[in-house]
């Protein structure tokens, strides 16, 4: 670290103060101690970096080599897929789109409005509201009947259909 005085022609080593950037401006005097561009008052990485090649989200940190979450949105970089946009830090189904601005985050062609399970694209649909996706659902519409032996597994209050005539025997009057 190099040091300076505060006045020139000083003769005391008492006045002499350290001046980290040696642009002969003492620290205490100096608003900009590293001499990157970035305030002192905002610089999150006071150090020997004196040159700046990017600095995405002006915390005074070199993106390359100081910053390790270059948009400062609380996801480090390492896992943002997003590193330089602070809106973003989750693409889950690798589509270039972030799951904020995605309206169907999974990627199952289901909106994530209408999707049940927006982050699962196997599942999309849960007839019976129980948590389990339709497609792993063995009872869809939970009638205690299992779907493979339900006629209507989508209905809950039909099961069987004894004449084939396609109404259920509960609502089928003939």
């Known amino acids: 670290m190099e040091q300076s005085t505060i006045t020139t022609g000083s003769n005391s080593a008492t006045q002499c103060i350290s001046d980290f950037d040696n642009d002969a401006v003492v620290d205490i005097l100096d608003s900009d101690d590293d001499n990157d561009g970035v305030s002192d008052l905002t610089d999150q990485c006071l150090t020997a970096d ?3 090649t990017s600095d995405n989200d002006n915390d005074g940190c ?3 080599d100081e910053d390790t979450d270059d948009d400062n949105d609380g996801v480090l970089d390492v896992n943002d897929a997003f590193p330089l946009d602070a809106t973003e830090s989750i693409d889950t189904d690798n589509d270039g789109t972030g799951n904020n601005a995605d309206m169907d ?5 289901v909106a994530d409005l209408d999707d049940a399970f927006p982050l699962d694209s196997t599942e999309s649909v849960d007839t019976d509201n129980d948590g389990t996706g339709d497609n792993a659902d063995t009872d869809d519409d939970d ?3 299992l779907d493979v032996d339900d006629v209507f597994p989508l209905d809950s209050t039909e099961s069987v259909d004894t004449d084939d005539d396609g109404t ?3 609502a089928d009057t003939r």
Request: proline share 0%; charged share 40%.
């Open 62 to 64: 070199d993106d390359s």
């Open 105 to 109: 985050d999974d990627g199952d062609n």
């Open 50 to 52: 004196f040159n700046l």
């Open 143 to 145: 009638d205690s009947v």
């Open 168 to 170: 259920g025997d509960n």
